[in-house]
């Protein structure tokens, strides 16, 4: 960090992130944040027009999920920051961890097993890809 940024507090960096880049985010969404990562991972760093139709045929539920996020950050690039679709990438996708709800699960002679049923928070930027 330079000695300019220094004192930039993490949430004016933040707003200054957000006005800079598209974006698009799904909280306490119910699917294992291990199970959306896949999808995740299989569309980072490509174009919009390829991951969409990439979405279409997965045949997973957090495809499902990020194919409606995908298509709500394009709109906002679209819309707020005069992005063309063909021209737009994702710069970042990434998928955190979000509330657990707890259950348990009785057992054989008296005992409980626990049960997590795990939710996600799904956040994905985008950006300008320079033509060469």
């Given at each position: 960090?330079?000695?300019?940024?220094?004192?930039?507090?993490?949430?004016?960096?933040?707003?200054?992130?957000?006005?800079?880049?598209?974006?698009?985010?799904?909280?306490?969404?119910?699917?294992?944040?291990?199970?959306?990562r896949i999808i995740a991972n299989m569309i980072r760093g490509k174009n919009v027009e390829e991951a969409l139709s990439l979405l279409a045929f997965t045949n997973k539920k957090a495809a499902k999920l990020?194919?409606?996020?995908?298509?709500?950050?394009?709109?906002?690039?679209?819309?707020?920051?005069?992005?063309?679709?063909?021209?737009?990438?994702?710069?970042?996708?990434?998928?955190?961890?979000?509330?657990?709800?707890?259950?348990?699960?009785?057992?054989?002679?008296?005992?409980?097993?626990?049960?997590?049923?795990?939710?996600?928070?799904?956040?994905?930027?985008?950006?300008?890809?320079?033509?060469?």
């Amino acid at each position: 960090m330079s000695a300019k940024n220094k004192h930039i507090s993490k949430r004016t960096r933040i707003k200054e992130d957000r006005a800079t880049y598209p974006r698009a985010s799904l909280n306490n969404v119910r699917i294992a944040p291990r199970k959306a990562r896949i999808i995740a991972n299989m569309i980072r760093g490509k174009n919009v027009e390829e991951a969409l139709s990439l979405l279409a045929f997965t045949n997973k539920k957090a495809a499902k999920l990020i194919k409606k996020l995908l298509m709500s950050a394009t709109y906002n690039a679209e819309e707020y920051f005069d992005f063309e679709p063909e021209d737009t990438y994702i710069k970042t996708i990434y998928v955190d961890e979000g509330p657990v709800m707890k259950w348990r699960r009785p057992r054989a002679r008296g005992r409980a097993f626990r049960i997590n049923k795990r939710t996600s928070h799904i956040t994905i930027k985008l950006d300008l890809r320079e033509n060469e």
